[in-house]
């Protein structure tokens, strides 16, 4: 780099926020891009990437909704989190 | 009677100077804010008390075999590392230190030969600081970690919230012509790449800052992770008033429409897609998005879940108590007391602020060109602070619109900052440190 | 101006040339079938993206600062080099790199530090790599790992099922020869330590093969590393068609006799009685087997379960972690892409089609002499694969006869062939490496 | 090692192959012994490796078949494990 | 044939020798007592294996690369190891070692090259202690660990027993005494570095003896290494008898009040008191007691929980891990077997009933003359082997009143024991090592 | 040091033992300090403080003494750490 500091310092500006907005904006295009793409030709059909979450996060759909097991299940988990310390 | 009189010459107390009081106060301050005030605590904590040992009189700790030698100022030693460098002893040792560090090859080793054969080691302080932050290494595996926890869903649910990023990132550069402009007033003395360094702290980006810092100006290390973890945890102070100012009521009270359900497959592929434009356009940005895309990448494939959970705890956990030690190793009184920390300190908050305000801004140019609604709070998340800015966005917009939900829609902005801040990261290395 | 021609001098496209656009698409598709394929993803996700980063043209990941310097080609630098090198320089910049590596400690030092001086650093997978693997670390402790997930049980229940173990292992020495013949011929370029490298690839055991690699034939590690783990995940698919062929469907009937029960003191015993093996027979295989003993022991004996826990998960998910980026460093196109690389990927191929078949049929032969019932399809366990090649065996036992588990009793000549490949591993540093 | 590659090749083979087999068959050996020697000598009596092994697994034989409280069990785990993610 | 006669002559039989046959027997012992016997098996099983290892015959893997070409003793090699350091080549290649170690910057790293470009390589436990140990890292990291599992609400409710834990130091000093005495009378050999390095083996610390055997006397550190956790697992043996000898029915029966509440800012509060006190007075104990302090105050500021549940876990483990494999290293036939071993043995475990017993007439002195009552059996939980030795007072005060209940009173003096030792490290590493 | 080696013992001993005591009898001084100054001018209230710990160690207070639903955390418990093995 050429010059005093000062000029050092705005061409340092210059390129810099310009690089940084130009390769934003390629990111938008191609992440748009990218979406588009996946949602044309590998959709995933809603279902399956329901279960693809689930069997990732480990959950299950089944209803838990007996009161007295959510609190068993609760005061469960409490206790558990409780004896980690 | 001479063995009191070395552990008594051998104690803190003798050997205590005023620098060194005054930075462990400084470290007792740091940890104050960060256990009672909340302020960054899990890298203050490491950070504050780093800086105590650093400081401790007699001990070393911050300093290398030679620079311990070169302390103690053995006569008959200091002879014999002049003879090696080739220069005359003084009585100012700093010059010793100087010809040391521009000695070549031989003599380099020769003298620290010399000093671990008088008995004298690395401090601690200094050898973390040498694994973890000289080499690179724990920066780029934090950012691999800060990869792993990162959901970029709202990000690809709309992704022109990355121009916010982009325009946030102005703080960093607006603060690079800071420095050299109290440099040529001649207030400060910044190199440009001290300036670069010191820009960064912009980016409100802890693991970015230190490892710019440790490639651009190593000796201003410690006043930029101080200044960038501070100011991220006064996010909450220093934003609010600058959003009011610059938007409408009627502004902070637009609601954004619901963000679109982001595929599995564009979570996967987004890394990629950032990856792939790396390496085309800023090989210099390569390391630190690199990892952080590996980071994204193993939390989403969903296949490596035993390595992504490893990387978003054990490991980031593990890095993040050696860097901060080491950090805490830039403490030491004589390169930290100096009129440039107080220069860092106050561009620091600059930036800041130029970059909250360019978000708010380019968000409000945003709202009034595009079709769909943009609420301009969101903006001022671009300047990262994950995700402390994006929650301020929320409140603010709470306060004006109690229906108004901000939170997911400024961790758009807010994770783009990330990515904005690695890349004007990339940019200055390429441009200020070849 | 200057420095836009700077900044696109020094970006990607600019720079990237055939082979480094090549194999970023290798690493995508290792990517790709680690993810959607389930190819042995732990390895294979960070390999391919290592494998990307290390082409990342321009970045220099994968190089040292020398290398770096002498990419970077600086005439002024260049000359330095050659001068402290003693050669001429030349227009072909490999001949400096010969030289360097030939030098002397004192050439080999200046020139590196010429190199820092200049500005130059080693890159993050290169010092990841020296780190790991070069000092033979991460394989180690991935092999402790996995030792400590290890149960020998059914190997000490049914303990003549170590045989199947050595005879699988016969595919590592027809490779070797296989390696050689091909040199022999003229079709490719082997030594003596690279066909023994290759020949490991047949161990089917992705941290031995690393090791042995990393000893003998480094430059070939990326291909010996990426070739076991894809033929491991192929295992599914290259063993059944061998084992059908050499089986009759009788012999897949066959029912094995319920495993007896093992006692945890034999289990505690078991790893100490194979470590005062290798210690009196094989001291090169030392390192090997005895950090998978010393993690058996550890999970076995039962008072240092927060060990075991830990070498089964934080301490090898870190590794590898670290080991996959470094063998992704080995992808770099101008040592990845030869026509040795092909070489190897068909002999690997071959090697465990071999180390199948010698299964199977030492399996036959002892069904025919032995006393109590053995089904051949165990036999094809024995190249280890752990668990892979026990679950195909039991699952072609399975089609044959419904009634008919074989997982348990695969497992004794699963877990035998890990320890077979290991001593071969120490033999073949024994006799080529000293 | 002497001579051209191949004969080096088939030396690694008979010679690596020869350490292979006599190395696993000594090990066939010594583990027979082993295992013959703990029978005779040291038997660990049925129950108390059953107690060592629980104390080792942390697994408890108490019963509990109460059908609520294993549908409140596995609830919990559930949601445990959906908590973890 | 060849081939036959080169595996033959690198096998282990054919290389044993006695001694370290006997070492692997030590080994072995070892993980028995730890196994079976239950002596500290988190670091016993690892030291044990760990010596074992060190003592594979033709293996090497306790020796650097230099010291693996001197036991091969290929004449050409030697020839040119002893031009480089400028001595005549003798039948005794003990000599060559002494002329290495001895010799300036440039012959060190030519005869490491030469060894390296001869094929010779670093043994792995040799890397592990280098990195581990010598590096002085892992002490300092499991004291973190320790102080971020320690409790010092029992000290702080009662300050007065950081007397006890003084006293018990006297061990410590003793058996320096002890030590030099048997060198001045010609049965032993230490140097005063020696005797310190030895003497803290009563500090019944391991994290300490080890940091402090390995500046002061790094040749005795296996032998140091393995006495004090020996006795520190012997605790219920060695100091019951020493107890009840030292004190009356009635003192055993004395029941103490209970301790008041200690506020969780007293806790925050008092490492850093602790921490002040070292950086004044005694500045060479600053990375022992800084660790320990930074380890405490992550545990109870409540911030940094992450980071202090990684230090109590996958970082403590892994870290012992390596630590106890490379103490094992120090277990190498030709530097343990040595009259000298014995002499730390025997010393050890003076050193032990010495600090045992001076706790207890200290606490027996206190409770004359103070006003609160204090029972003197908790006066041996001075030494620190924390927490045996509190539970050996609580059993002892139980034998004696069934509704004495010391343990809670009993850790007051054991933290304290462990800050006294780490005090008495750093007063010998400033006086002996400096 | 100077002198033979059992006077540069004693003298290690005599410095190091003095320094020990010294060190421990400040800390003494000081924490008892600290205690009386906190206690003094930063009292914690009782309340707020065990609110502090409970949050700290993820406890709460809530009573979960249903017979019942301790049996089933106990068992949900035992099961989770079998699993986890
Ligand atoms: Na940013
Ligand atoms: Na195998
Ligand atoms: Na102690």
Redesign the interface.
């Known amino acids: 780099m050429q010059g005093d500091i000062v000029s050092q310092g705005v061409e340092l500006m210059l390129f810099g926020m310009g690089t940084v907005v130009v390769f934003l904006a390629l990111l938008v295009v191609s992440t748009t891009a990218m979406s588009r793409f996946i949602a044309r030709y590998f959709p995933e059909s809603e279902a399956p990437a329901l279960a693809a979450l689930e069997r990732l996060h480990g959950q299950q759909s089944e209803p838990s909704d007996d009161p007295n097991l959510v609190a068993a299940i609760s005061a469960a988990i409490h206790q558990y989190r409780a004896k980690k310390h | 009677m001479?063995?009191?009189l070395?552990?008594w010459s051998?104690?803190?107390?003798a050997?205590?100077g005023l620098g060194q009081a005054f930075m462990?106060l400084i470290g007792?301050l740091l940890?104050f804010l960060?256990?009672r005030k909340?302020f960054e605590?899990?890298l203050l904590?490491?950070i504050g008390?780093g800086g105590?040992?650093a400081?401790?009189?007699?001990?070393g700790?911050a300093y290398s075999a030679v620079e311990n030698a070169v302390h103690a100022a053995d006569p008959a030693l200091m002879a014999e590392f002049a003879r090696t460098l080739g220069v005359t002893v003084t009585d100012n040792m700093k010059d010793l230190l100087v010809a040391y560090s521009a000695s070549?090859?031989?003599a380099?080793?020769?003298v620290?030969?010399l000093a671990l054969d008088a008995?004298y080691a690395n401090g601690?302080l200094y050898?973390f600081y040498t694994v973890a932050i000289a080499?690179?290494?724990a920066p780029?595996v934090i950012f691999?970690g800060v990869g792993a926890m990162t959901d970029f869903g709202p990000?690809?649910a709309n992704?022109?919230t990355?121009?916010l990023?982009?325009a946030a990132?102005?703080g960093?550069?607006?603060t690079?012509?800071g420095?050299?402009?109290l440099?040529?007033m001649g207030w400060m003395d910044f190199?440009?790449a001290d300036?670069?360094a010191i820009g960064i702290i912009g980016g409100a980006d802890g693991p970015t800052a230190i490892y710019v810092s440790s490639i651009l100006a190593p000796d201003l290390l410690g006043a930029i992770a101080v200044a960038a973890y501070s100011y991220m945890a006064l996010v909450p102070m220093i934003q609010p008033p600058i959003m009011r100012a610059l938007t409408t009521e009627e502004e902070r009270k637009i609601e954004m429409v619901q963000l679109r359900h982001?595929?599995?497959?564009?979570k996967?592929?987004?890394p990629?897609?950032?990856?792939?434009?790396?390496?085309?356009?800023?090989?210099?940005a390569?390391?630190l998005l690199?990892?952080f895309?590996?980071g994204n990448?193993?939390k989403e494939?969903?296949?490596?879940?035993?390595?992504s959970?490893?990387?978003q705890?054990?490991?980031i956990?593990?890095t993040?108590?050696f860097l901060g030690?080491s950090v805490g190793s830039k403490l030491v009184a004589d390169k930290f007391l100096d009129v440039n920390t107080l220069g860092i300190l106050g561009l620091g908050i600059i930036a800041f602020g130029i970059g909250t305000a360019c978000g708010v801004l380019i968000a409000k140019l945003m709202n009034r060109f595009g079709s769909t609604p943009l609420n301009p709070l969101i903006g001022s998340a671009g300047v990262s602070a994950v995700p402390m800015a994006a929650r301020v966005s929320n409140k603010i917009g709470l306060e004006a619109n109690p229906h108004n939900f901000l939170l997911m829609h400024a961790m758009g902005p807010n994770v783009?900052g990330v990515?904005?801040s690695a890349?004007?990261a990339g940019?200055?290395i390429?441009?200020?440190?070849?």
Chains 1, 4, 6 share one sequence.
Request: glycine share 10%; with cysteine.
């Open positions: 001479d063995n009191l070395q552990l051998t104690s803190g107390l050997q205590m462990i007792l940890l960060a256990i909340g605590p899990l904590v490491p008390f105590i040992l400081n401790i009189p007699g001990a700790l070549g090859t031989g380099h080793l020769t620290q030969q008995g601690m050898n080499s690179g290494v780029l691999m990000l690809l992704p022109k990355l121009f990023g982009a990132q102005f960093i550069f607006a690079v012509l420095a050299v402009g440099t040529s190199s440009i300036a670069a982001v595929s599995q497959r564009e996967i592929i987004f990629l897609v950032l990856l792939i434009l790396v390496a085309l356009l800023l090989p210099d390569a390391p690199g990892m895309c590996f990448l193993m494939c969903g296949v490596v879940d035993r390595l959970d490893t990387a705890n054990a490991l956990n593990i993040t108590i030690l783009a990515i904005g890349v004007a940019v200055m390429s441009l200020v440190g070849g």
